[in-house]
């Protein structure tokens, strides 16, 4: 969704040369020469942040101010003060405007605190909704679509009394913090979660671990041995890397899941427990399924509702916010000085693949934590295999700094758009405005 900006000044020139640039920059962008237009536009346009003359011909920009902040809150209200006006910029800061900007201003200065108080408002957005939602306990994070939805998703199945879940994601995507989300809000929250990982245990051993076996029922059974399922009585049993079952031990637990009913190995009594299951994967089952690898009446038992959790490369958007949030609690942890990022870090993180996704991420921060605890963390610090950047013609210029990598880029679409800028903004995908911007930071420009 485009952000857009409302800007309220009664200097119509101003007004229309910032909303032009902001344009440019691909905000939508509103004016009004007024207090009282400025109010009614705000009701009709719902802009994300709003710029405020501090004086405005009808009523002041404090009003206008206090006017915005009993209505819309949580709305970024920017200040424009004159030349002189600084003090009454400071105190509508400390009556709640996001930031002030002092006239005349550079167009980067304006962009800057923009996106600025655009972040701020998403990471409050985000705080928030840690506090209402009842997934916050279980630190989950994210503010991209794909992961509202998924935490939603989620707190209804919990609700859902009885549903097994089968979770699909790659290795690092979070599916044994969502089974154990799944469990805190259920109805079984105060029984058992019990985590078994299929993948961990020789075949001898899976089927003792999971239905027990009685004393002597196998070279090494030294005693009886209480099997998971049983453990998990009332509660939920998790099964990761589910695909890793092996044949032999997946009839037996379907039979559990048909009746409710098992044999402990060595065993001629039937038992019974009331599990949830929860099972996860990173293997296409569907795919074992045909190959025979997994047993199809299994799979289809399982399957009763699939959530897949996408990989950190499909949501880009919540890098940065992870890495925040990462980088607050691995300082704690370490009592060390939370590492800052640079926003050309920001940048190559979000453009980085991330194969080992949250997990990968989080290893990351945690180690920079260590290490560099307190810093400002540049693209230098990251390593080598975070920089590259593809560029537009599909070569990839990986360099050590992130200004050579862009300035590789930037020649590469200067020459194939024949030295025309906006032909190679556009080839770019970003504004001609934009372009110029960074020619002149990159000193390509003369
Ligand atoms: N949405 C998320 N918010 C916060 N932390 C997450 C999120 N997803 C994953 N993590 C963290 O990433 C790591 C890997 O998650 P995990 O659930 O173990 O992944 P998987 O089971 O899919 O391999 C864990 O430390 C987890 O806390
Ligand atoms: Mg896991």
């Known amino acids: 969704m485009t952000a857009s900006v409302l800007l309220i000044d009664d200097e119509e020139a101003l007004v229309r040369s910032i909303s032009f640039a ?7 962008a509103f004016g009004a020469h007024s ?3 400025g109010l009614k536009m705000l009701g009709q346009n719902q802009p994300s ?6 004086r405005l011909p009808d009523m ?8 915005i902040r009993a209505d ?3 709305l970024p209200v920017i200040m424009i003060s004159a030349h002189g006006d600084t003090r009454a910029a400071v105190k509508a800061v400390k009556l709640g405007a996001a930031d002030y900007l002092t006239k005349p201003f550079e167009l980067d200065e304006l962009f800057h605190v923009i996106a600025a108080a655009l972040d701020r408002k998403r990471m409050d957005d985000e705080i928030a909704f840690h506090r209402h939602d009842a997934l916050g306990k279980d630190g989950w994070i994210g503010t991209s679509p794909a992961m509202l939805r998924l935490a939603e998703t989620l707190g209804q199945i919990a609700r859902s009394t009885s549903s097994r879940v089968l979770l699909l994601g790659e290795s690092g995507t979070g599916k044994t913090m969502a089974a154990r989300a799944i469990h805190r809000q ?6 058992p979660f019990i985590e078994v990982n299929c993948a961990s245990l020789p075949e001898q051993l899976i089927e003792a671990e999971l239905f027990g076996a009685e004393k002597g029922a196998y070279t090494g059974a030294h005693q009886k041995r209480v099997g998971l399922v049983s453990l998990a009585h009332h509660g939920t049993l998790f099964l990761d890397e589910i695909g890793e079952l092996p044949l032999a031990v997946q009839a037996k637990f379907l039979h559990f899941l048909e009746g409710g009913q098992f044999r402990p190995i060595g065993s001629n009594n039937a038992q019974s427990a009331d599990v949830r299951i929860v099972a996860a994967t990173n293997r296409n089952l569907a795919e074992d399924v045909r190959q025979g690898l997994f047993r199809e009446d299994l799979f289809y038992r399982l399957n009763v509702i699939q959530v897949a959790l996408p990989p950190l490369r499909e949501r880009a958007e919540d890098v940065p916010l992870l890495a925040r949030l990462f980088a607050e609690r691995y300082a704690q942890e370490e009592n060390a000085p939370p590492i800052r990022l640079s926003e050309a870090t920001e940048r190559c993180l979000g453009q980085y693949s991330w194969p080992g996704n949250v997990r990968e991420l989080r290893n ?3 180690r920079l934590t260590i290490l560099r605890g307190g810093a400002l963390i540049t693209p230098d610090d990251l390593p080598a295999d975070m920089l590259s950047a593809p560029s537009a013609s599909g070569r990839a210029p990986i360099g050590h700094s992130l200004a050579d990598t862009e300035r590789a880029l930037l020649e590469d679409a200067l020459a194939e758009a024949g030295g025309h800028k906006s032909r190679a903004a556009e080839i770019l995908g970003i504004s001609r405005h934009a372009l110029k ?9 003369g």
Do not use: F, N, T, W
């Open 49 to 54: 942040v709003v710029l405020l003359d501090l």
């Open 364 to 366: 990351l921060i945690e």
């Open 186 to 191: 259920s109805p079984r929250a105060e029984g």
């Open 437 to 445: 911007r960074r020619l002149q930071r990159l000193g390509m420009e």
């Open 60 to 67: 002041s920009g404090m009003e206008v101010l206090e006017s």
């Open 72 to 74: 819309h809150p949580d």
């Open 22 to 28: 902001l344009k440019g920059e691909g905000y939508r």
């Open 35 to 37: 207090g009282a237009e």
